[in-house]
């Protein structure tokens, strides 16, 4: 499986962006993951794609993933963005029932990474 992310940019406080995830080589059923890791902080779970949606309690109410099958993406879509929201946000991908689902160490295939920053 190959990730590849895109969307990133620079952007203002309370505004909007969405990342893609390019999904190619895939076959089954997998788990859709994002994480960030902010300047200085270690990687931290966003959100996943499971049997259901999930979100960390930091973006819980502003963030959406989804997915499109047609086009093999995955979606992360980010409203009231705030300067803490700053960071490389990575997509991963991981086997269904690999292990806890907002752990880094259950994903098993990793895009490169697109940064997002949010200044005021």
């Known amino acids: 499986v190959q990730l590849q992310a895109s969307g990133g940019g620079l952007v203002q406080t309370g505004g909007s962006l969405e990342l893609s995830c390019e999904v190619s080589g895939n076959s089954g059923s997998y788990y859709w993951g994002w994480f960030r890791q902010a300047p200085g902080k270690e990687r931290e779970f966003v959100a996943v794609?499971?049997?259901?949606?999930y979100y960390a309690d930091s973006v819980k109410g502003r963030f959406t993933v989804s997915r499109d099958s047609a086009k093999n993406t995955v979606y992360l879509q980010m409203n009231s963005l705030k300067s803490e929201d700053t960071a490389i946000y990575y997509c991963?991908?991981?086997?269904?029932?690999?292990?806890?689902?907002?752990?880094?160490?259950?994903?098993?295939?990793w895009g490169q990474g697109t940064q997002v920053t949010v200044s005021s």
């Open positions: 991963a991908a991981s086997r269904p029932n690999s292990g806890v689902i907002y752990r880094q160490e259950t994903y098993t295939h």
């Open positions: 794609m499971a049997w259901n949606t």
